[in-house]
């Protein structure tokens, strides 16, 4: 069992910066990647940025050189840092840990937070 408690978000204007936080407690060992997702009102849920333990990344192309995704050393805790906001950001973000059992690889769980809004006004 993982759970992820979220923290950040708000309203700021565009151009502006926020971070977004994500902490991971329970069974954090078996997290492989951990990441950030997006839901803007009548769209469906997209990827914003992710991370593995190997530190790679996967970044949207519409957030590429604005949003930097990070982990800290303990590895419990991921950032999003977003930069040059858009009113187009504006969305509900989530964060998301995929975990892999550590014998039995094919046995994945995902756990989402419990999301935070972001709004980006003009």
């Known amino acids: 069992q993982v759970q992820l408690v979220e923290s950040g978000g708000g309203l700021v204007q565009a151009g502006g910066s926020l971070r977004l936080s994500c902490a991971a407690s329970g069974r954090t060992f078996s997290i492989k990647i951990m990441g950030w997702y997006r839901q803007a009102p009548g769209k469906q849920r997209e990827l914003v940025a992710t991370?593995?333990?190997?530190?790679?990344?996967i970044y949207a192309d519409s957030v590429k050189g604005r949003f930097t995704i990070s982990r800290v050393d303990a590895k419990n805790t991921v950032y999003l840092q977003m930069n040059s906001l858009k009113p187009e950001d504006t969305a509900v973000y989530y964060c998301?840990?995929?975990?892999?059992?550590?014998?039995?690889?094919?046995?994945?769980?995902?756990?989402w937070g419990q999301g935070t809004q972001v709004t980006v006004s003009s």
């Open positions: 991370m593995d333990t190997a530190g790679l990344t």
């Open positions: 998301k840990a995929h975990s892999v059992h550590p014998i039995v690889e094919a046995v994945v769980d995902d756990y």
